[in-house]
């Protein structure tokens, strides 16, 4: 399984930004994709995430501004992002949980900038 994140840029304050992560290779294995995000000087958080079977969670920080979505076979998965604030200001990334795997796969950081 291969990850290709697309999307970020540069947003004001109360934009919207909407990042993808493309799969591709055996996307039958994978059982869920979440978006993370990592701010300069701070850890690698979890933001979002869905199922295979469309379930879904969110960070207490992003709920009911941020949705997670997916096509039928979890080939793409996105991030719509709304009501941006600057401190939603880091590298995003995806990364997918996979079958008989203890191993996340990643994509590769997509930068969002959301300026005040």
């Known amino acids: 399984v291969q990850l290709q994140a697309s999307g970020g840029g540069l947003a004001q304050t109360g934009g919207s930004l909407r990042l993808s992560c493309a799969s591709s290779g055996s996307t039958f294995r994978i059982t869920a994709i979440g978006w993370y995000r990592q701010a300069p000087g701070k850890q690698r958080e979890l933001v979002a995430a869905i199922s295979s079977g469309g379930g879904t969670n969110y960070a207490h920080s992003v709920k009911g501004r941020f949705t997670i979505s997916k096509d039928n076979a979890m080939n793409i998965v996105y991030l719509q992002m709304n009501s941006l604030k600057p401190e939603d200001t880091a590298v995003y990334y995806c990364?997918?949980?996979?079958?008989?795997?203890?191993?996340?796969?990643w994509g590769q950081g997509t930068l969002v900038t959301v300026s005040s």
């Open positions: 990364a997918a949980t996979i079958l008989d795997s203890l191993d996340n796969v």
